[in-house]
């Protein structure tokens, strides 16, 4: 197949010696891209593919993301191979780690890497360049209140999206066009903004026996429960997550009562992109504020 070719020569040429596939193991079941794991029974890498017409600038963002978390708030991330383009798409190449059942420990791990990100602080929510919430573009231009970034970046952007779709019933419309006429009942208190990971999703950690390292960013800077009210957005997380959180970082108290009012910036997002089994969990998230 020519994309093996064009794996294993980047993949050579970055190990500096013959890289040759002898096993893959597909895991697209746990991602939202085609990925596998490739290996020539020493090195194992990690690649995910995407036919989008965009995927290069979008795989390049990512990668610019995962770095400045890095940089800036000190998080692991897997370690990058490249990124490489072909006739039909593009792959993103990355060394694999190697995972570990979650216990109570790593589940603390994640929370305590979440609050690491999240100490890092600006003046303004927004990052210094657009980027992707999944295949979603994301405008990240600054602006200094949360509650005016949140409706004009966040809210009012998904809505027209699931709308155009065709995905998001009239009704509900009118009841989110309600929610966010009304934003500043709900967002809570106003705080500094904190640099965030933007889609953190339980399966945007990595458990390993070195500690959680962070995938698939959408980072820019907000109000910090938005990601933790994305944690378990998809699927439930047990409370080690934010006791290991609360180590690091409190949680206002109030976060509570806004946990499913944050989500429903995100579950408009997973509406738009097809995802109509979850206008339940959307519907479900509006009915306490209305």
């Not at 890498?45 to 965009?54: C, E, G, L, N, Q």
């Not at 305590?112 to 890092?120: D, F, G, P, S, T």
């Not at 910090?224 to 009210?229: G, Q, R, S």
Request: contains cysteine; charged residues 20%; glycine residues 6%.
């Amino acid at each position: 197949m020519p994309f093996l070719r064009s794996l294993e020569e980047t993949v050579s040429k970055y190990k500096g010696r013959e890289w040759r596939v002898s096993s893959a193991k597909d895991i697209s079941e746990f991602a939202s891209h085609p990925c596998a794991i490739f290996s020539d029974d020493s090195v194992s890498i990690f690649a995910k593919f995407s036919d989008s017409p965009d995927a290069a600038q979008q795989f390049e963002i990512e990668l610019v993301s995962l770095n400045y978390l890095k940089t800036y708030a000190g998080v692991m991330i897997p370690t990058p191979v490249g990124i490489i383009s072909m006739a039909n798409g593009t792959l993103f190449v990355m060394e694999a780690l190697d995972v570990i059942e979650r216990g109570p420990l790593q589940w603390r791990q994640i929370g305590r890497a979440l609050a690491q990100i999240h100490r890092i602080k600006s003046d303004s929510c927004g990052f210094h360049m657009n980027n992707y919430f999944g295949p979603l573009g994301q405008d990240n231009t600054p602006i200094r209140d949360w509650v005016t970034f949140f409706r004009e970046r966040r809210m009012i952007p998904h809505l027209k999206l699931a709308v155009d779709s065709g995905n998001l019933p009239l009704s509900i419309a009118l009841q989110v066009e309600r929610l966010i006429k009304r934003l500043p009942e709900f967002c809570g208190p106003e705080t500094k903004p904190s640099l965030l990971h933007g889609d953190a999703q339980q399966n945007n950690f990595i458990s390993t026996s070195q500690g959680a390292y962070v995938i698939d960013p959408a980072v820019y800077y907000g109000n910090p429960e938005i990601d933790l009210a994305f944690i378990d957005y998809f699927q439930s997380v047990p409370e080690e997550v934010f006791e290991g959180y609360r180590e690091e970082m409190p949680i206002d108290i109030g976060f509570i009562e806004r946990r499913n009012f944050w989500r429903v910036s995100g579950y408009l997002a997973v509406v738009a992109v097809g995802g109509q089994e979850y206008l339940n969990k959307l519907t479900s998230a509006l009915q306490g504020y209305l």
